[in-house]
Structure formats: C-alpha cells, structure tokens
C-alpha cells in the first residue's frame, strides 16, 4: 500500500437501527485484516455501541475513534435539518458528545428525531473534530441549490466554532448528486482554505451485504423490497472498503 494509511471515519454498525448492518467484531477483523492503524463508528444519533467498540478495537490493537452523526437544526423554519459528524479527540470531547446526544433526545425531539440545536454546539464543542456532512450536510445543501455565498457563510461560521477541527467532507459512493458536489466542496476548501476528508458513508461490510441492508432498511420503513415507491437512498458502493480501494476512488485528490 502506497500513501498514508486510509481511515474509514462514518461508519453505521448495527446499533443504527434504521440503515446499519454491521457488527462490530467482523468490522474489527476487516480493519485488522487490511491494517488499518483506526476506525471510527458514527452511529445516527447513539452511542450505544461505544464500549463494545471500544473494547473490541482494543483487542485487535486498533485505535478507535468513537464519533456520531447528528442532525443539526435547521437555520430556517420549515427547512430539513442537516447532518453532521462529530468525532473525539479526546476525554473532553466524549463528555461533551455524551451531553449533546442526551439532550437532543431530552430537550431536541422533533418529529420524531433528535435534533442538536446549534447553541449547544457553542458551549459543547470542546474537544470535538467535525465533519460536514457531505451533500446531506448544510454545506453540501446551499452548494447543490448554488447558494455559493450561504455554503461559504456556513463554512467559515462552522471552522470558527470548531478551530483547525472542520473538514469538508467527500463522498463517491455512487449517488448523482456527488458528481456536482464535489468540484463545487474541493473549490470552497481551497477557496477558503479548509481541509478536506474522504468518507465512505459505510453501511454493510461487504458489498454482498447490499441486498440484506436494503431488507433491513425496508423493515424499518415498513415497506416490502418490490415496492417501486420505496426510498432507495443507499448504494451497494457503501460498503467497507479497503485502504486500496479508498486510495483509487479519490487518488485525484489525494489531500482528501
């Protein structure tokens, strides 16, 4: 393997109820099996896979990176919230994730889903690296509907509150929308001198595991397979790839 080591930074385990499929001892074999020196898990909204991550990490001599995806309220009223990812950096940064989650289940509750108002962000930030989400992201948003000024106002708000510890995130994961988002997020990192960091948004281990999340998510949904009206917002790219597979997917931006 050439270049630096790939480290896989979103990942779903199976306690993402909703679109998760993998369980974190084969995720740790996988990791070892490739030697990769760390892994993160990113779980929608939870952290209930953390101390077996942890635990199972350790044993196989993996750093783990323990980190979530939130959904950050919205700026606007009536507007989608936005997804972002929160990774610590240390002990400080666990305490304060463990408090953003518990209050955007206690205090954050909106349809159904638990939002992190952005307040909270401000007093709760410490020792937190962010991710922006990629096109799901509040960045990625403004970007695809061309409001140039919106993403750039957006980004240099977000690197304020988390210093030297933003990245613009990149997906290639086979969606549509990636094709436009990615000329348009590397030219705002450049411009405005962001780091910028490849993801895979990993759903299932391997790419044969596609047809059983895709069952999985149904479940959750209450629909059937067949049904032509279902949601298909996933790939069968979305899977653990290898440092080598990595490395080709974005060997023209290598920085990333």
């Given at each position: 393997?050439?270049?630096?080591?790939?480290?896989?930074?979103?990942?779903?385990?199976?306690?993402?109820?909703?679109?998760?499929?993998?369980?974190?001892?084969?995720?740790?074999?996988?990791?070892?099996?490739?030697?990769?020196?760390?892994?993160?898990?990113?779980?929608?909204?939870?952290?209930?896979?953390?101390?077996?991550?942890?635990?199972?990490?350790?044993?196989?001599?993996?750093?783990?990176?323990?980190?979530?995806?939130i959904w950050l309220e919205a700026t606007e009223a009536k507007a989608p919230c936005a997804r972002l990812t929160l990774?610590?950096?240390?002990?400080?940064?666990?305490?304060?994730?463990?408090?953003?989650?518990?209050?955007?289940?206690?205090?954050?509750?909106?349809?159904?889903?638990?939002?992190?108002?952005?307040?909270?962000?401000?007093?709760?930030?410490?020792?937190?690296?962010?991710?922006?989400?990629?096109?799901?992201?509040?960045?990625?948003?403004?970007?695809?509907?061309?409001?140039?000024?919106?993403?750039?106002?957006?980004?240099?708000?977000?690197?304020?509150?988390?210093?030297?510890?933003?990245?613009?995130?990149?997906?290639?994961?086979?969606?549509?929308?990636?094709?436009?988002?990615?000329?348009?997020?590397?030219?705002?990192?450049?411009?405005?001198?962001?780091?910028?960091?490849?993801?895979?948004?990993?759903?299932?281990?391997?790419?044969?595991?596609?047809?059983?999340?895709?069952?999985?998510?149904?479940?959750?949904?209450?629909?059937?397979?067949?049904?032509?009206?279902?949601?298909?917002?996933?790939?069968?790219?979305?899977?653990?790839?290898?440092?080598?597979?990595?490395q080709a997917l974005f060997a023209d931006i290598p920085e990333a």
């Amino acid at each position: 393997m050439t270049g630096h080591p790939f480290v896989h930074l979103r990942i779903h385990t199976e306690y993402s109820l909703s679109d998760g499929l993998i369980y974190i001892p084969s995720l740790m074999e996988k990791a070892a099996a490739d030697n990769m020196p760390s892994v993160a898990i990113t779980d929608q909204s939870n952290l209930y896979g953390a101390v077996k991550f942890y635990q199972s990490a350790m044993a196989f001599g993996i750093k783990p990176v323990i980190g979530v995806d939130i959904w950050l309220e919205a700026t606007e009223a009536k507007a989608p919230c936005a997804r972002l990812t929160l990774l610590c950096q240390n002990r400080q940064g666990y305490l304060n994730l463990l408090k953003l989650i518990t209050k955007s289940f206690l205090e954050g509750q909106t349809l159904d889903r638990p939002i992190v108002k952005r307040t909270w962000l401000t007093e709760l930030n410490h020792g937190l690296i962010a991710l922006s989400g990629a096109d799901e992201g509040e960045i990625g948003s403004a970007l695809l509907n061309n409001e140039i000024e919106k993403a750039n106002a957006c980004a240099q708000a977000f690197s304020q509150l988390f210093a030297n510890r933003f990245y613009i995130e990149l997906n290639r994961t086979g969606h549509a929308v990636e094709a436009n988002y990615i000329p348009l997020a590397v030219s705002l990192a450049e411009r405005l001198q962001l780091p910028v960091v490849a993801t895979n948004a990993v759903r299932f281990l391997t790419l044969d595991d596609f047809d059983a999340h895709e069952a999985r998510v149904c479940v959750q949904e209450g629909v059937t397979l067949n049904d032509p009206n279902r949601s298909r917002r996933y790939t069968d790219q979305q899977y653990f790839k290898s440092a080598a597979e990595m490395q080709a997917l974005f060997a023209d931006i290598p920085e990333a």
